[in-house]
Structure formats: structure tokens, C-alpha cells
């Protein structure tokens, strides 16, 4: 089967919601409600996300500072042209990137229906739905398409599934940003995060599955840094982690991983 981008967009479906009272809001997403503009600041332009997006999504304020962030470190270069957001979810981040207009091409994966329809529903509201190429399917299958048909293209014997020709990318041209499920909200009664307990992927899936392109790892902000530390070969260059806050407050930390 062929991995292909999403030439239309999706139908909404009844999983794709839009509350606009507090009464209509399930109790455990209440509190995220309540901070709905501050998520998205085109809230109350017909928004629209599932009840699972409502808890991975970033702050529109923290997915504006990281789009200008993700260009400015010290691993970027000017070669770099196009992102690949790896869990779109609602579009938070993607549409950021997009809105950041740095980007030759933006990439969101999403592998949820229902989600990618809002995301691609949101990225209407904020003005960039043509600015984003969207692919419905599991960005790991991705990311191991993508990495085999650059190797094809330097002789290598093809293997696996084939990638769609539109989304044959220069390994060396793009940056990665992966925010990934952290297996809910349960991280938030740790001191210190263990990141090879983190689900569906822990650190190490990520990191060799993103490998050897640049990336930038959207990760809870009590992260275990000797665990971030420990990817760094010997010899190799330093990662940049950056801790990003909301009114005096971390959300998140984001380590910069150079390419290889």
C-alpha cells in the first residue's frame, strides 16, 4: 500500500467538537476548556477538536515561540525547507509552523480520522489550509517509507511499502517535530519523568526512528535530562533543551536533536 497525502479534506464527524458552554463540556476536559483561547486564540471561530486532542494539543503561545525556535537554534541551517509535524492532532503545532511562513512545505501526519478532520478544519480557520500537505496514516510507517526510498535512491535494495512520489523529501533538506502521546496525564505525579516509560513510543523509539534527520522532541517538561543527554554519541555535538512557559509556568520541554 502506498502512503499518499490527503487531496481533500476530510468530512467532520460527530467526534469533532466545537462546546461553546461549560455545560456541554465533559467533566475532565473542563479544565482545558477554561483555557480554550489561550489553546487556540481563534477559539470561538469554530474550533473544532475530539475530546482525546483537547489533551495533547499545544498552546497556541507555546507552538508559536517553538515555530520561530525550530529555525533559530544553533543545529539550523538555511538549507533546511521543510518541516514534518509527526503528530498533528488537532494542528496546534502544524498551523503554527504554517502561520510562520519559513517553510517551503509543511508536512502534518495524523493517523485519526476524526482528528486530522479538525486539524485540517483549524488550519481553515487560521487562513493556511493550502499552505499544509496532510497524510492520514501512522508517522513511524512514515518515517520508515521515507528513510527506505532515500536509500533506494542511493541503490540500496527496496524492501518495504513504497512512498507516494510527492513525498519523496531530501533527508538532509528536512527537520522533524514530533509531540507525541505521553500515555496521558499520569506523567504530572512525577518529580522527574522516566521518558522510556512514555506510550505508544518511549525516548529511544522516537529518537531512532527520527534518525538521522534534525528533530525536535516535544516532551513533558519534567523530563529525565541524563536520558536526552545519553542519545548524544560520544563526541558528538551538544542538544539543546529548552523549557517553554505559560505565565511563570512550564508547559513543555523541547529537545533539538542535530542530524547525523
Same mark, same amino acid.
Given at each position: ?13 460527530e ?16 479544565k482545558?476548556?477554561?483555557?480554550r483561547?489561550s @489553546?487556540f486564540?481563534f477559539? /470561538?471561530?469554530g474550533?473544532?477538536?475530539?475530546n482525546d486532542?483537547w489533551f *495533547? #494539543?499545544t498552546p497556541?503561545?507555546?507552538?508559536t515561540?517553538?515555530?520561530k525556535?525550530?529555525?533559530s ?8 525547507d521543510?518541516?514534518?509535524d509527526l ?8 498551523i503554527?509552523?504554517?502561520l ?6 509543511v @508536512?502534518?501526519?495524523?493517523? /485519526?480520522?476524526s482528528t486530522?478532520?479538525?486539524a485540517?478544519h483549524?488550519? *481553515? #480557520?487560521?487562513?493556511?489550509?493550502d ?7 501512522d ?6 517509507r521515507?528513510?527506505?526510498?532515500n ?7 527496496k524492501k518495504?511499502?513504497?512512498l ?11 527537520v ?6 505521553w ?6 505525579g512525577?518529580d ?10 518511549n525516548?529511544a523509539?522516537?529518537?531512532?526512528a527520527?534518525r538521522p534527520m534534525?528533530?525536535a ?9 541524563r ?7 560520544e563526541?558528538?555535538?551538544?542538544i ?10 512550564s508547559?513543555?520541554m523541547?529537545?533539538?536533536m542535530p542530524?547525523e
Open positions: 500500500m502506498t502512503l499518499r497525502p490527503v487531496q481533500d479534506t476530510l468530512p467532520l464527524t467526534q469533532c467538537h466545537h462546546y461553546d458552554k461549560i455545560d456541554q463540556v465533559p467533566w475532565d476536559l473542563q482545558y476548556w477554561h483555557q483561547n @489553546i486564540s477559539y /470561538d471561530f474550533i473544532r477538536l475530539t486532542a *495533547g #494539543v497556541e503561545p507555546v507552538a515561540q517553538v515555530a525556535d525550530i529555525r537554534h544553533k543545529h539550523s541551517t538555511p538549507r533546511k521543510t518541516i514534518v503528530f498533528a492532532g488537532a494542528g496546534g503545532n502544524t503554527a509552523f504554517a510562520s511562513e519559513k517553510w517551503t512545505r @508536512i502534518g501526519i495524523e493517523k /485519526d480520522a486530522l478532520a479538525c485540517q483549524n488550519a *481553515g #480557520v487560521y487562513g493556511v489550509a499552505a499544509i500537505t496532510w497524510i492520514h496514516g508517522c513511524l510507517d512514515f518515517l520508515a521515507l528513510k527506505e526510498a536509500g533506494n535512491a542511493n541503490g540500496k535494495e518495504g511499502k513504497a507516494d512520489p510527492s513525498l519523496q523529501l531530501d533527508l538532509a533538506s528536512t522533524l517535530f514530533a509531540s507525541p502521546p500515555g496521558g496525564v499520569s506523567y504530572r512525577h522527574v519523568f522516566d521518558l522510556s516509560t512514555m506510550e505508544p513510543y525516548l523509539t522516537l529518537h531512532e527520527c534534525e528533530h522532541l516535544f516532551l513533558p517538561r519534567t523530563s529525565d535530562v536520558q536526552i543527554a545519553a542519545l548524544v554519541p563526541g558528538g555535538d551538544k539543546e533543551v529548552v523549557q517553554y512557559c505559560m505565565e511563570g509556568a508547559k513543555a523541547v529537545a533539538y542530524a
